[in-house]
């Protein structure tokens, strides 16, 4: 894990039929360690992209997620559903190298 003090996390929530996921907490050091412990202690999964969590980390708290980042968040949220259906055939890195390429396009 990176240094804490420099740790940063951000939450999204995301419910059927919504337009776009909504940032619901964010984060740094002490902070992005509570989010990512409750999340943990409540079975949400924690995924690690710097990339992506200091995009996200500029959207506003309660803010839908810009367009430029749907097409990575839907890699992230389509990783976790196969995930837990035991059908994920990529890693957490190759899922990040996807994240990251597809920030890189927008």
Known sequence: MENESYLTAVAL???EGQIAPKVV?????????EIIKRAKETGIYVHESSELVALLMQVNLDDRI???????????????????QGKA???????NKKITQKILEN
């Open 13 to 15: 929530a995301y419910r």
């Open 25 to 33: 907490a964010k984060g740094r050091g002490l902070i992005a360690q």
């Open 66 to 84: 810009p367009p430029q980042l749907y097409l990575a968040v839907a890699e992230l949220l389509a990783w976790l559903y196969k995930l837990e």
């Open 89 to 95: 055939t990529l890693t957490a890195n190759s899922l």
